[in-house]
């Protein structure tokens, strides 16, 4: 099962693109590269996946590499409603997402 | 939108206790799920429903039951409540079972059990 590596902690300054990494070496074929967000207390929220193409929604952007080990999901102009855990997950069986320990970003003023 | 509603958002019970926790989506999704989360866990799926009159046990069921109402709403209930069972609960939904689909969360149900 493909298996997820976050750095634990990043900060951003407020206006500013916020690149947040993702290695998936193990990733296979048919696994989609999704993520999500988690603010303090509220549920996890969908930002944006993709399989093979880069994509871009009105919260965010997913580059994946061309061998699909590692992915980022950039926010082009971070607000400090955005400091949040940011999960990566590719592994998806039986119907149940795997969310990790995720990337804690915070927004500085 | 409210998307994935869920009710109560907070509760307290003692040891022995029965409850039912609401979800409800109005996205007209097939696919409804149940999910605690612990901390240092992550999140762990209870039940699911891929559409409306299946249900199917995911990772941890034991403790809890499912009833899919109808299309809109899936409830879970704990027959005789544990301190174990102590949790925050997530309900989430989406277009369809599988991986190509983004699930959509409520904002859970913090439990408590003394």
């Known amino acids: 099962d493909a298996k997820t590596t976050q750095p634990p902690s990043m900060d951003c300054a407020e206006g500013r693109a916020a690149n947040l990494p993702c290695n998936h070496s193990t990733i296979s074929g048919n696994e989609y590269v999704y993520w999500y967000r988690q603010i303090h207390s509220q549920g996890p929220q969908y930002i944006i996946h993709g399989l093979k193409n880069n994509e871009t929604n009105e919260m965010a952007s997913l580059i994946i590499t061309e061998d699909r080990k590692s992915s980022t999901l950039i926010l082009p102009h971070a607000t400090l409603r955005d400091t949040a855990v940011y999960y990566c997950?590719?592994?998806?069986?039986?119907?149940?997402?795997?969310f990790g320990t995720g990337t804690s970003l915070t927004v500085i003023p | 939108n409210a998307g994935v509603t869920q009710t109560p958002k907070f509760q307290v019970l003692k040891t022995g206790q029965s409850m039912t926790l609401q979800c409800a989506q109005d996205?007209?999704?097939?696919?409804m799920y149940w999910y605690r989360q612990d901390p240092g866990m992550g999140l762990r799926l209870i039940y699911y429903?891929?559409?409306?009159?299946?249900?199917d046990k995911g990772e941890v069921p034991n403790g809890y039951n499912v009833s899919r109402l109808n299309k809109r709403e899936f409830s879970l209930r704990l027959e005789s409540a544990a301190p174990s069972q102590t949790s925050v609960y997530f309900c989430?939904?989406?277009?369809?079972?599988?991986?190509?689909?983004?699930?959509?969360f409520g904002d859970g149900t913090r439990l408590s059990i003394l």
């Open positions: 997950i590719v592994r998806v069986t039986g119907n149940q997402f795997y």
């Open positions: 429903s891929a559409s409306e009159g299946t249900t």
């Open positions: 989430a939904s989406s277009e369809a079972p599988g991986a190509s689909q983004p699930q959509h």
């Open positions: 996205m007209n999704h097939n696919s």
